[in-house]
């Protein structure tokens, strides 16, 4: 599992072993798997360095030929699918049987999608009586991305995909307890036929972060992470005028009225509390629950939620898989603690597993109220609050009384109070009967505290580019003297 070296910049690896250490752990058992450094200043300029140099030779590419190869690179990716679907389970510890479908391939969709669309990127052209204006859409320059843990591989082409089919370089800073994938997603790139430069990943805690962030050089900011790192790379970049995307936390509301299908809404609990073992950004941890099928819906889902293989994530059959490191389970064990002692009723799990890795059982909490922490905070884990509701006024309210706005959704038959739930959720995203469906067709991105900007679809590209206008005056001009 040991990369080639720590660094991928200019079109090949590098290493500089003076940056500290940095461990890799598989989640599963505790074992270091490898090791890779931080970077040193030496290293940040060298990649900051090459993606300037790259810049203005990869925008004056036309569109077509950026995007076949992003194209490429998204044939690659799902040929080796397999071997990178391995990586990313170790890297994080999520299951072989999600990585398999959920992390290279949805990198191989947005490098496929921005690949498609890179070469129909343009401007408008607007009459102005014997006048006449153009706009062009022209690249922002060197962009820097950096990544949380939780998918890798998919926020690495997330952020690259758009910020290459719109003519800028990227340097990428993966989360340093998860460093190994975006390495693979430059190596393809390169693979692929992207030149030198063009995509860069450098290794890392905050500290880089923040000197690329800071860096002169970097014109955007594209962050994954949690609230309170937005907060600061937001200023940081702020301070420069910098263009920013910022993808945080959230507490997201997931409503299950009476009229709803039980199966299909258990399973969405299950999905927006348990992927990935709870381990994702826009889940559903606050399920609010109509009284009338309270009881309905708390008994299935205590006798399906029975039914997680928690195991070896190496194994296909596992569908549960430890958290990504012991600080994380540590965590959410004492969110766990916070709940029992505010008064939430456990009906499920609450325990760390007795064996090697960072296990804790899928937990369930019943009768959570409002004001509880449980409740109120992103805990990251595989925690689901259950909350009873009884009107459709007092849920929404409810809802809304969060400081974040990245997802929600609602399970209703009624059609009209299905999307009157929706219109009124304060997010990004909403699902009506359904949960945690992200392609990359669909923005995706919070309001409120959860952040600024989109990802994916038509929208990214405006995150990515600028607008440039030319006003084409055809006639002598006149003055007032
Ligand atoms: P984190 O905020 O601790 O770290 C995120 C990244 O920021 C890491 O790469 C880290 O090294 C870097 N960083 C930290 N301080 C920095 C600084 N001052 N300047 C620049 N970079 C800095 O988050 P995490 O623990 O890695 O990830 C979990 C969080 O990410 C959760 O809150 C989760 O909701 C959020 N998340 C959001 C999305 C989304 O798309 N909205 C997706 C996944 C995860």
């Given at each position: 599992?040991?990369p080639?070296?720590?660094?991928?910049?200019?079109?090949?690896y590098l290493?500089?072993t003076?940056g500290a250490?940095?461990?890799v752990?598989f989640?599963a058992n505790?074992?270091?798997?490898?090791?890779?450094?931080a970077?040193?200043p030496?290293?940040?300029?060298?990649?900051?360095?090459?993606?300037k140099?790259a810049?203005?030779?990869?925008?004056?590419?036309i569109?077509?030929e950026?995007?076949?190869i992003?194209?490429?690179?998204?044939?690659?990716?799902?040929?080796?699918?397999?071997e990178?679907?391995d990586?990313?389970t170790?890297?994080?510890?999520k299951?072989?049987?999600e990585t398999?479908v959920?992390?290279?391939?949805?990198?191989?969709d947005?490098?496929?999608?921005?690949?498609?669309?890179?070469a129909?990127?343009?401007?408008?052209?607007?009459q102005?009586?014997g006048?006449?204006?153009?706009t062009m859409?022209?690249?922002l320059?060197?962009?820097?991305?950096?990544?949380a843990?939780?998918?890798?591989?998919?926020?690495?082409?997330?952020?690259?995909?758009?910020?290459?089919a719109?003519?800028?370089?990227?340097v990428?800073k993966?989360?340093?307890?998860t460093?190994?994938?975006a390495?693979?997603?430059a190596?393809?790139?390169v693979?692929?036929?992207?030149p030198?430069?063009?995509?860069?990943?450098?290794q890392?805690?905050?500290?880089?972060?923040?000197?690329?962030?800071?860096?002169?050089?970097?014109?955007?900011?594209?962050?994954?992470?949690?609230?309170?790192?937005?907060k600061?790379?937001?200023?940081?970049?702020?301070a420069?005028?910098?263009?920013a995307?910022?993808?945080?936390?959230?507490?997201?509301?997931?409503?299950?009225f009476?009229?709803?299908?039980?199966?299909s809404?258990?399973?969405a609990a299950i999905?927006?509390n348990?992927y990935?073992?709870?381990?994702?950004?826009?889940?559903?941890?606050?399920?609010f629950?109509?009284?009338?099928?309270?009881?309905?819906f708390?008994?299935?889902l205590?006798?399906?939620?029975?039914?997680a293989i928690?195991?070896?994530?190496?194994?296909?059959?596992?569908n549960?898989?430890p958290?990504?490191?012991?600080e994380?389970?540590?965590i959410?064990?004492?969110?766990?603690?916070?709940?029992?002692?505010?008064g939430?009723?456990?009906?499920?799990g609450?325990?760390?597993l007795n064996q090697?890795?960072?296990?804790?059982?899928?937990?369930?909490?019943?009768?959570v109220t409002?004001d509880?922490t449980?409740?109120?905070?992103?805990?990251?884990?595989?925690?689901m609050?259950v909350?009873?509701?009884?009107?459709e006024?007092?849920?929404?309210e409810?809802?809304?009384?969060t400081?974040?706005?990245l997802s929600g959704a609602?399970?209703?038959?009624?059609?009209?109070?299905?999307?009157r739930?929706?219109?009124a959720?304060q997010?990004?995203?909403?699902?009506?009967?359904?949960?945690?469906?992200?392609?990359?067709?669909l923005?995706f991105?919070?309001?409120?505290?959860?952040?600024?900007g989109?990802?994916?679809?038509m929208?990214?590209?405006?995150?990515?580019?600028?607008?440039?206008?030319?006003?084409?005056?055809?006639?002598?001009v006149?003055?007032?003297?």
């Amino acid at each position: 599992m040991q990369p080639t070296a720590s660094h991928f910049v200019n079109g090949a690896y590098l290493e500089d072993t003076a940056g500290a250490p940095i461990p890799v752990i598989f989640p599963a058992n505790g074992e270091q798997i490898a090791r890779v450094h931080a970077a040193t200043p030496a290293v940040i300029e060298a990649a900051m360095a090459s993606a300037k140099a790259a810049q203005a030779g990869w925008a004056a590419l036309i569109g077509v030929e950026r995007g076949r190869i992003l194209r490429r690179a998204a044939d690659i990716i799902r040929e080796r699918n397999r071997e990178l679907s391995d990586l990313e389970t170790l890297d994080t510890g999520k299951p072989i049987q999600e990585t398999l479908v959920a992390d290279a391939t949805s990198a191989a969709d947005a490098l496929e999608y921005f690949g498609g669309i890179a070469a129909s990127l343009g401007g408008e052209h607007m009459q102005l009586g014997g006048d006449w204006a153009y706009t062009m859409r022209v690249p922002l320059g060197v962009c820097v991305g950096i990544g949380a843990w939780n998918y890798p591989t998919q926020i690495a082409a997330w952020k690259g995909a758009p910020a290459l089919a719109c003519g800028n370089t990227m340097v990428f800073k993966p989360s340093e307890q998860t460093p190994l994938c975006a390495l693979k997603v430059a190596e393809i790139l390169v693979e692929a036929g992207a030149p030198p430069g063009v995509f860069n990943v450098i290794q890392g805690a905050g500290l880089v972060g923040k000197a690329l962030v800071e860096d002169p050089r970097t014109a955007k900011v594209s962050l994954t992470g949690s609230a309170a790192t937005g907060k600061k790379v937001y200023a940081a970049a702020a301070a420069q005028m910098k263009h920013a995307t910022m993808e945080l936390g959230g507490k997201s509301p997931l409503i299950i009225f009476d009229d709803a299908d039980l199966e299909s809404a258990v399973s969405a609990a299950i999905n927006a509390n348990f992927y990935s073992s709870g381990q994702i950004c826009s889940n559903g941890t606050r399920v609010f629950v109509q009284r009338g099928i309270k009881d309905a819906f708390l008994a299935r889902l205590l006798k399906r939620t029975a039914n997680a293989i928690i195991g070896d994530p190496r194994d296909e059959a596992t569908n549960f898989g430890p958290m990504v490191s012991e600080e994380q389970l540590a965590i959410t064990c004492s969110y766990i603690k916070k709940g029992i002692s505010e008064g939430a009723r456990l009906v499920h799990g609450g325990n760390r597993l007795n064996q090697p890795g960072a296990y804790i059982e899928p937990t369930i909490f019943a009768d959570v109220t409002d004001d509880m922490t449980i409740a109120r905070e992103e805990i990251f884990g595989p925690v689901m609050s259950v909350l009873d509701f009884d009107t459709e006024e007092d849920v929404l309210e409810r809802a809304n009384a969060t400081e974040f706005g990245l997802s929600g959704a609602v399970f209703t038959a009624d059609l009209t109070r299905a999307h009157r739930v929706v219109h009124a959720i304060q997010a990004g995203s909403c699902w009506i009967n359904q949960y945690n469906l992200t392609p990359v067709e669909l923005p995706f991105g919070g309001m409120k505290g959860s952040g600024v900007g989109r990802e994916n679809s038509m929208a990214a590209i405006g995150h990515y580019s600028q607008l440039k206008t030319v006003y084409v005056g055809m006639s002598p001009v006149e003055a007032a003297f």
